[in-house]
């Protein structure tokens, strides 16, 4: 009996995350791929997202991956994320959107 009362505080200490974002700031995920270049394997992150009915797929440099991961930890807004990716036209669509929502 003391072993499965150890079991259920060891499970009650690793909890999982309830951050989530508030409905309407979309939703998205990190996701890595793996791409052979010249005989060797790379892996690359890409950003998958959905927002007002729009989907899309960004790819996340390098550089830009640390951000990213922290963003998507903190459950910030998708146009926030998609912002620091130089999220383009998409972005503008939805800020547009959002604008005449309000």
Do not use: C
Not at 53 to 72: F, H, M, N, R, V
Request: hydrophobic share 30%.
């Amino acid at each position: 009996m003391n072993n499965s009362l150890s079991k259920n505080s060891s499970q009650s200490q690793i909890s999982p995350s309830k951050n989530r974002r508030r409905k309407g700031e979309g939703n998205g995920f990190i996701h890595w791929r793996t791409i052979t270049k010249d005989g060797k394997d790379y892996p690359q992150a890409y950003y998958h997202w959905q927002e007002n009915g729009e989907k899309g797929t960004k790819y996340i440099p390098k550089k830009l991956l640390g951000d990213i991961q922290e963003a998507e930890a903190a459950k910030r807004p998708v146009v926030q994320i998609l912002r620091l990716l130089g999220g383009g036209e998409i972005m503008i669509f939805v800020a547009y959107t959002e604008y005449i929502k309000e």
